[in-house]
């Protein structure tokens, strides 16, 4: 649309304006038409591409060259380029020098007008150069609904570049978590197996069945109890997960613990998100237990306070021989970085005083949302 307005009074000047020649007046207004369209023609080039000063530049030469055209044309609609061009004006620059540069053609124009400056101007009023700044209220309201558009544009893109980051935090977030539950499942109960093969292999070089049998049984008793815990791992990854205590009181019974759970301050629901990362790590709070002190007591405390939920997972001192290799350390890696999620703290450490002393408690405290 512009370049058909542009090219429409670039038409309608040629047409109409006299004279036109290569002598005299004829040169001088072929000249000042020809600047003209050039200043006119100029307005379609994008706004990034001229700079702030020549933009200035550009147009305060052509408001001149406008004027100057109505003073030298005895005829035609050289007034066209001055009124486009302030209302563009008004567009490109900023509303004080847009008014300034408006007032300028005003005025320049009005003169030119007043004092009837070149044959065939006595039949125009002076007044009908001081219209020609109008336009340019015009350009200055263009201009602001061009910046709130844009804003709005930007405004969106930027939400939208927004969304695609926390989408992209999200799926790094779940990779995580599968991440910890892979290890979870699957890290303790395969190392644990992997040694007891490895010791029934080395067994029979020696001869010994009952051992060899033993280590066998003992690595199927392992195995059972990772497809229990991957169970709950299934359980723990649904969103319809289980509540809390029933979850909780399943799992720890399953673990070979009956009445080991012990419930303080008025049980609520919790997030789901909350819900899973508790279990996730009683399950390997527990598995720890099994692993590092076979035989020693467990306790299990769930406390809902007014605004926090605190599971404390305690042991006491291995009873039997512990036969577990060197762990991953990701363990209570796993922990902290499912606590750090829900913004909670948790501490874990070996039991100095009481009945558990030499044993190992961990304690996660997750605040309310």
């Known amino acids: 649309m512009q370049w058909v307005l542009t090219l429409a009074v670039i038409v309608a000047g040629v047409w109409t304006i006299r004279p036109l020649g290569l002598s005299g007046r004829?040169?001088?207004?072929?000249?000042?038409?020809?600047v003209n369209c050039v200043a006119l023609a100029a307005r379609n080039l994008p706004e990034a591409k001229v700079p702030p000063r020549l933009a200035l530049i550009w147009l305060t030469c052509g408001v001149v060259a406008a004027a100057a055209l109505i003073g030298v044309s005895r005829s035609g609609s050289s007034y066209l380029f001055a009124y486009f061009l302030v209302g563009h004006i008004g567009y490109r620059l900023p509303p004080r020098q847009a008014l300034g540069l408006a007032a300028l053609c005003s005025l320049l124009c009005g003169a030119v007008l007043y004092f009837r400056i070149g044959p065939g101007h006595n039949l125009l009023p002076w007044t009908l150069g001081l219209t020609t700044g109008g336009p340019v209220l015009m350009g200055i309201v263009?201009?602001?609904?061009?910046?709130?558009?844009?804003?709005?544009?930007e405004a969106a893109e930027s939400a939208e570049r927004a969304a695609r980051a926390e989408a992209q935090a999200a799926v790094l977030t779940e990779r995580g978590r599968i991440a910890r539950d892979v290890h979870d499942v699957l890290a303790h109960s395969l190392a644990g197996i992997n040694m007891q093969l490895e010791l029934a292999d080395a067994l029979i070089d020696t001869g010994d069945l009952e051992q060899v049998r033993a280590a066998n049984k003992k690595a199927h008793s392992m195995v059972k109890e990772s497809l229990k815990q991957a169970q709950w791992t299934v359980h723990a990854l649904r969103e319809d997960s289980l509540p809390l205590l029933e979850s909780l009181t399943a799992m720890t019974e399953s673990s070979g613990h009956h009445d080991a759970l012990t419930v303080t301050g008025t049980v609520r629901e919790v997030p789901s998100r909350v819900t899973q990362n508790l279990l996730r790590i009683a399950q390997e709070a527990l598995t720890n237990?099994?692993?590092?002190?076979?035989?020693?007591?467990?306790?299990?405390?769930?406390?809902?306070?007014?605004?926090?939920?605190?599971?404390?997972?305690r042991n006491g001192p291995a009873t039997r021989a512990v036969s577990a290799g060197v762990g991953s350390g990701m363990g209570l890696i796993g922990m902290r970085e499912r606590v750090a999620l829900l913004r909670g703290t948790i501490t874990a450490g070996p039991v100095t005083d009481g009945p558990d002393q030499g044993g190992w408690q961990v304690e996660a405290v997750i605040p309310d949302e």
């Open 26 to 34: 004829g040169l001088a207004v072929a000249a000042l038409l020809l």
């Open 142 to 153: 263009n201009r602001t609904r061009q910046r709130a558009v844009q804003a709005v544009v």
């Open 289 to 313: 237990a099994a692993r590092y002190a076979p035989g020693g007591e467990v306790r299990v405390e769930l406390a809902f306070a007014a605004a926090s939920t605190t599971l404390r997972i």
